[in-house]
């Protein structure tokens, strides 16, 4: 056992991507862009949830997080692993993917998701890695200098 900041830093060094999985109008009472940011900062990639509160997805988005609607219910345990195919050929918005569960007693499970992502522009933030990434990206193809302090 270990605290969650323990985990992801033992998954990050692993080089190993995390998932969230959540119920119904996630990040609702977050305190939103925090929420978002300690996401991201813990490594993870995805989340994928019944709903969302509307701001805490787009900030998920905002921090390079993919935001994805579950169409169904899981029953896990917590000893599965995850691997998310339909991601081939990109992201696009309102996207169909499947997310495969493999179980320890080796069965694999495939379930369908769906892109929370709405726009095109939305895709090119998570593309960039997030609003600052992109915006810094930009910056420097415009030629300006950049300075981080």
């Not at 900041?5 to 990040?27: C, F, H, R, W």
């Not at 905002?62 to 992201?91: H, S």
Request: hydrophobic share 40%; aromatic share 6%; net charge positive.
């Amino acid at each position: 056992e270990m605290s969650v900041y323990d985990a992801s830093m033992e998954y990050q060094k692993a080089g190993t991507p995390l998932i969230v999985i959540g119920g119904k109008n996630y990040g609702k009472g977050s305190s939103r862009d925090w929420a978002a940011k300690g996401t991201a900062l813990l490594g993870v990639k995805f989340v994928f949830a019944e709903s969302y509160e509307r701001i805490h997805r787009d900030n998920l988005i905002g921090m390079g997080v993919v935001p994805c609607l579950l169409k169904a219910k899981l029953t896990l345990d917590g000893t599965e692993t995850f691997d998310i195919k339909g991601l081939e050929g990109g992201l696009a918005p309102k996207q169909e993917l499947t997310l495969v569960i493999h179980r320890t007693n080796g069965s694999v499970e495939e379930v369908k998701v769906e892109s929370a992502v709405r726009t095109q522009k939305q895709v090119g933030v998570l593309q960039a890695g997030g609003l600052i990434p992109m915006v810094f990206g930009e910056l420097v193809k415009n030629g300006k200098k950049v300075k981080v302090v």
